[in-house]
């Protein structure tokens, strides 16, 4: 075992996910299958994780990016870099998880882990979000009338409140345009949309924008951090909107800036 995962690691070079994915493969094999209750690995070779800054656009690219979208997928990836949700915090947003009375400009997150945040709605934002919350409301009404319009809700909340799920407010802000079954309650609803839906829109609006990097949802999280702290703001600011535990996944963006070379002089620009 130990031969062929630093094979792996020394010789094939191969990411340190891969060798972890035949590390855990090999010990279900040993211990499950095999019965070896014990198995030691101490000349185990790990595969290095390199470290590798995340892709920004500038602010001119983002414009650019925007101008070739539109549409709900316009909305949600307008959300994702001016809030800096994650693509799956943005889609599992509920109509009630919307807050315009708080300076009419925040909103309420369902984090993962079971842990709420604050983050920013934008104020441009907030127009199209009223209107999506309108429509949703009407596919709510038809859902309603056709026997539907039930949906999921955390943990045992629909046994405790009976008619709970059938609230407006327990609905999706994107709801998805087909009524599915949900696999583990066997509920017929309303999922969200898939982030795949809103991928694709994105990864044409940057062909079309003539963007030579990779962009992606989360590549508009970076965006938003990075072009805060570029504005000025306090980083313990941009930690809390993101969600961040530690300040060092935060400090990432910091190099980002740094390594962009807008504060030092090329020597070749000097001759």
């Known amino acids: 075992m130990e031969n062929f995962l630093n094979y792996l ?4 070079n191969v990411a340190a996910g891969t060798q972890n994915q035949a590390l855990s493969a090999l010990v279900f094999l040993y211990k499950e299958v095999l019965g070896e209750k014990v198995v030691s690995l101490d000349n185990l070779q790990r595969a290095k994780k ?12 983002t414009s650019k990016l925007f101008e070739h979208m539109n549409g709900v997928a ?3 990836c307008k959300l994702l870099y001016g809030s800096g949700l994650r693509i799956s915090e943005c889609l599992r947003l509920r109509v009630q998880d919307v807050d315009f009375d708080i300076r009419a400009t925040y909103g309420c997150v369902r984090e993962r882990g079971m842990k709420d945040r604050v983050s920013l ?3 441009k934002c907030i127009p199209e979000v ?23 809700l ?3 909340l629909s046994k405790k409140y009976p008619n709970e799920d059938k609230e407006l407010r327990w609905q999706y802000l994107f709801p998805s345009k087909i009524i599915s079954e949900d ?16 991928q694709k829109r994105l990864k044409k609006a940057a062909k079309k924008a003539g963007l030579n990097k990779k962009v992606t949802c989360h590549t508009l999280r970076h965006c938003f951090a990075t072009h805060l702290l570029q504005n000025g703001y306090d980083i313990r600011t941009v930690q809390e909107l993101l969600g961040h535990k530690s300040l060092k996944t935060t ?6 800036i740094n390594k962009g070379g807008n504060y030092i002089k090329s020597p070749v620009d000097t001759i």
């Open 9 to 12: 690691a020394n010789d094939q």
């Open 50 to 61: 390199p470290k590798i800054l995340p892709v920004v656009l500038s602010v001119e690219e």
């Open 74 to 76: 316009d909305l949600i």
């Open 121 to 123: 709605l934008p104020q």
């Open 130 to 152: 009223k209107d999506q919350i309108e429509k949703v409301a009407l596919l709510h009404q038809k859902d309603l009338a056709r026997g539907y319009g039930k949906a999921l």
């Open 154 to 156: 955390p943990k045992a």
């Open 183 to 198: 696999p583990r309650s066997g509920l017929q609803h309303r999922y969200h949309l898939s982030s795949r839906y809103v």
């Open 251 to 256: 400090m990432i963006y910091t190099h980002v």
